[in-house]
């Protein structure tokens, strides 16, 4: 099957409640909440894949292996908005230079500025201290 290509048509986050995540993400990124579905609440698509939240069984355990990288004019200023969210900064991160965030179920995301900045041979960023 040569010339067939697969596109990202959804993200899923497991969760222990998808409402509750939802919400939180709904109001970061500016998608409403647009069905429930058994386990699955999801957000209205946007240009981009699908987000849904699915529900399961027990906290999440250990470091995400995937993350989110979102972009912002201003992401120290964004910080404040996802803490009063319910989500957190997570320190243990600080050294990278980066902005690295929790959502309410300890999810890690990156907040990182719209336009380029500079990453050093280590992979440290620099744009907190600018």
Known sequence: MTGTRMTIRDLIIDCQDPERLASFWAELLGRPIGARTGPYVWLV???????GFQRVEGPRAGKNRVHFDLASPDPAAEQQRIEALGGRRLPEYAAGGFLVMADPEGNEFCVIPEGSFELDDDGRADYLNR
């Open 45 to 51: 698509r946007d240009d981009g894949p699908g987000l």
